[in-house]
């Protein structure tokens, strides 16, 4: 079992850069698959991106290009380096582990998430 204590994130203008964190503890974040989600007002739940075993990364194509997931094993973190970030990426993110395979882009392959971290992108 593993938890998930979520940093960053608040309020940014259009164009700057922001960085949230996921801090792990109970056991090496490695051993997991790893993603963001996030959540705005009134909409579902949708991918933003993830690192998979064997540090494979997948985006969305909403944040292709603009976002980056790593990790930091030493750390036990995983990060997600938000640059030119736009109104439309306002929104709750939430960072999500997953022990198994299955769709790393849905949901119901992860069994455990952070609190939820609100970013707000002005223009």
């Known amino acids: 079992q593993v938890q998930l204590v979520q940093s960053g994130g608040g309020l940014v203008q259009a164009g700057d850069s922001a960085t949230l964190s996921c801090a792990a503890s109970?056991?090496?974040?490695?051993?997991?698959?790893m993603a963001w989600f996030r959540q705005a007002p009134g909409k579902e739940r949708e991918f933003v991106a993830s690192?998979?075993?064997?540090?494979?990364?997948t985006y969305a194509d909403s944040v292709k290009g603009r976002f980056t997931v790593s990790d930091d094993s030493a750390k036990n973190t995983l990060y997600l380096q938000m640059n030119s970030p736009k109104p439309e990426d306002t929104a709750v993110y939430y960072c999500?582990?997953?022990?198994?395979?299955?769709?790393?882009?849905?949901?119901?392959?992860?069994?455990?998430w952070g609190q939820g971290t609100q970013v707000t992108v002005s223009s």
């Open positions: 109970g056991r090496p974040l490695r051993t997991y698959n």
């Open positions: 999500a582990a997953g022990a198994t395979g299955g769709d790393i882009t849905s949901t119901g392959t992860y069994d455990y």
């Open positions: 690192i998979t075993w064997g540090d494979v990364t």
